[in-house]
């Protein structure tokens, strides 16, 4: 789950990470108040969760709370890359001396949190990674230890940051391992951090990725979710419980367990097609489930057949035949769905849909090729 940059230093200003003074506004009028109060020189930030705010028009600078009010007038009417702004982060203008990076992330290689500084402030991290990786300064940190001081001493050497400010470095850097390890974060990005003309160091955007497995112990941040950026289909599966990704394929998937959708999704690939989703239904599946995932798969214009893979356990087959059917009553299919059932309650399942369209086969491997095949011919 991805935080606006309010919501990011909202946090980071518990952790005594130095903030810019500002507020988030929802209307023009909140915008120019907030403005007047941090003496009308601001900035106007749109929050919505894409890259490339500043080039859209979505971030600007105001000389006077008028101006604030009238930009954010503007910029409240936008649409960035699809989502409507629905906030603006007005924020107190900062005489910028030097920019850097900050930001901590999990190294899937390294099995670790590292934590990454640059003296590339302000672009696009990954971008210098690939262009001038000599930029980049990583520094593992172990989970069980964490952050040591010497480990922050050492990076703030290696941007040549002023010995003056290495104390409120080391004392940003705890602050960023911090929010990443009690949020359960997988990335915590300061992007500035900048040293101002007042010899002050101060985080001026950031940004916050929680793991979503990990929101039944943040039940405080249900409320940071934005809708908008997850989409319909998202917010669809996840009122139902079901994992749902959507990917660039023509074949939707509809399976039961994430080893066993992930092995689908590969046998796919290896024959020759491409899935266009991941979808668990999970263990125990009701119809109900089933109905909802096959509802949320057919949202996807770009799927030309479906391929429904089940091996039942918990999971009845039977059940899973009833849900299928539930959609059926509702609305006519018009692309070929190829259903394999094996496991508990199989006999049954496949009874239930004898007499569909459906096409119904015994193994996996004929149910991808078929799969495969019906969707070349609906291309």
Known sequence: MRLHEYQSKQIFAKYAIPIPNGRVASSSGEARQIAEELGGKVVVKAQVLVRGRGKS????????????????????????????????LVDETVDILKEFYLGITTDRSLRTPVMISSFAGDTNI?????????????????????????????????????????????????????????????????NPLVITNEQHLLALDGKMFIDENSLFRHPEMTDYRDMDSEGSVDNEARKFGLSYIKLDGNIGCLVNGAGLAMATMDMIHFSGGEPANFLDIGGGASADRVAAALRIVLLDTSIKSILINVFGGITRCDEVARGILTVMAENSISIPVVVRLEGTNAEEGRNLLKNTKLIS?????????????AAERGM
């Open 361 to 373: 086969v015994n193994s996996i491997s004929e149910a991808v090729k078929v799969a495969i095949e």
């Open 57 to 88: 028009g979505g971030i600007r600078l105001a000389k006077s709370a008028r101006e604030a009010e009238e930009l954010a007038a503007a910029i409240l009417g936008m649409e960035i890359k699809g989502l409507p702004v629905r906030k603006v």
């Open 126 to 190: 990954e971008e210098v990674a690939r262009m001038a990786p000599e930029k980049i300064i990583r520094i593992p940190i172990d989970p069980l230890l964490g952050l040591r001081d010497y480990q922050a001493r050492d990076m703030a050497a290696a941007i040549d940051l002023p010995r003056e400010l290495w104390k409120s470095f080391i004392e940003i850097c705890h602050g960023i391992w911090n929010v990443y390890n009690d949020f359960d974060a997988t990335m915590v990005e300061v």
